[in-house]
């Protein structure tokens, strides 16, 4: 081949590999870091502990046996249910967990929202309610279809605050039993879906998560909807799922753990956003150390050790479990004995009554 041919062969070869390089997709690119630093995966939590936010869905009829084993390698003490339905399905989970692992598990209940506005639905729905306590809820899990999905009989959405439903948050109070609510999504969902948002490929890949203003109302309307009802009701004790969407904002979080003292907050499904942040996460854990619980949400055992080891550890840029929810990576918040105790167990135990606190140490 002529010596200037092959130059013109060898730069259009470049031209081809490098444009082949280029065409790789956001969605592909996940490298390995090169960064060699101290740290070990931490596959058992230090502290035997709570997860408030789990869920089983055929705990009715389920053989929890694996269950019980997977919870065993995490060092989880009891699992908090939070899909404990009503009637007769709730009644199954507690018989089954009564004549199997009657210290490892409890149920939360929940309510159907469809109807409001027919003839005596509050009265009906808060005696269920009270039935469903009475007969082994010992809390209520609100979904957040509330305030997203359900309309009343004249078609209009249900508000979170609706005084329609303040009867069933005062139950729960008079009943000394927390409620843990999960509402809205996070915020970026609302957000234009363009190259500025931070879950972009989240949308991307889950396009059913998208929201706007009007579908079904602004992210912030439903989340002040969520704020009032609590502090309509100061003696009922409310859980904050997911840290209320406010993980990534943790001065704006600490004003309204301020401005609401019954609101107590969970980590499920946050993690990420507490792992980007260890120093300022850090001082949040140890100015609301009373308030702060462990929750995991999705029952996925091999996520667990990402969880302890933002908390437990000291190491420095370790990966994620899920790239869709976190591209970035992870930093170790290195919580002391002290804070890792309530935040895993004691919390909780001074929250949802009855359970078992042989199980963990003093």
């Known amino acids: 081949m002529h010596f200037k041919h092959s130059i013109f062969f060898f730069l259009a070869l470049i031209t081809f590999s490098s444009s082949c390089a280029q065409e790789l997709t956001f969605e592909e690119y996940n490298p390995t870091s090169t960064l060699v630093v101290p740290g070990n995966v931490i596959l058992k939590a230090k502290f035997p502990f709570i997860d408030i936010h789990g869920h089983q869905y055929r705990m009715p009829e389920q053989d929890l046996g694996p269950v019980v084993a997977a919870m065993d390698t995490l060092n989880m003490g009891i699992m908090v249910n939070l899909s404990g339905r009503s009637g007769d399905q709730l009644i199954q989970s507690v018989k089954n967990i009564k004549d199997h692992y009657p210290n490892r598990f409890v149920v939360f209940a929940n309510i159907d929202f469809e109807g409001v506005g027919t003839d005596n639905w509050t009265e009906k729905t808060v005696n269920q309610l009270e039935k469903d306590i009475n007969n082994g809820a010992r809390g209520l899990k609100i979904y957040k279809s509330l305030g997203m999905r359900y309309k009343d009989t004249d078609g209009n959405r249900v508000a979170i605050d609706d005084k329609r439903l303040d009867a069933i948050w005062a139950k729960c109070g008079e009943m000394g039993v927390p409620v843990l609510i999960h509402a809205a999504d996070p915020k970026s969902f609302w957000d234009d879906f363009d190259g500025d948002n931070e879950r972009w490929l989240e949308l991307k890949t889950h396009p059913r998560r998208k929201r706007s203003d009007s579908d079904p ?103 994620y479990h899920k790239k869709y929810h976190a591209f970035w990576a992870m930093y170790g918040l290195d919580l002391s004995d002290e804070v890792l105790k309530k935040v895993y167990y004691k919390n909780a135990l001074r929250i949802v009554p009855g359970l078992d606190s042989s199980l963990f140490p003093e």
């Not at 907050?265 to 956003?273: D, F």
């Not at 929750?295 to 996520?303: T, Y």
């Open 217 to 319: 109302a602004s992210w912030e309307q439903i989340i002040k909807e969520q704020h009032q009802m609590f502090k309509k009701h100061p003696k009922t004790i409310f859980v904050n799922a997911h840290m209320g969407w406010y993980a990534n904002n943790l001065g704006k979080l600490s004003e309204l753990m301020d401005d609401m003292p019954n609101m107590n907050v969970e980590i499920g499904a946050i993690i990420a956003e507490l792992g980007r942040q260890p120093r300022a996460a850090k001082r949040f854990f140890e100015k609301y150390q009373d308030r702060i619980l462990f929750g995991k949400d999705s029952w996925k055992p091999e996520e667990f050790p990402t969880y302890f080891r933002v908390l437990e550890s000291d190491d420095e840029y370790f990966p």
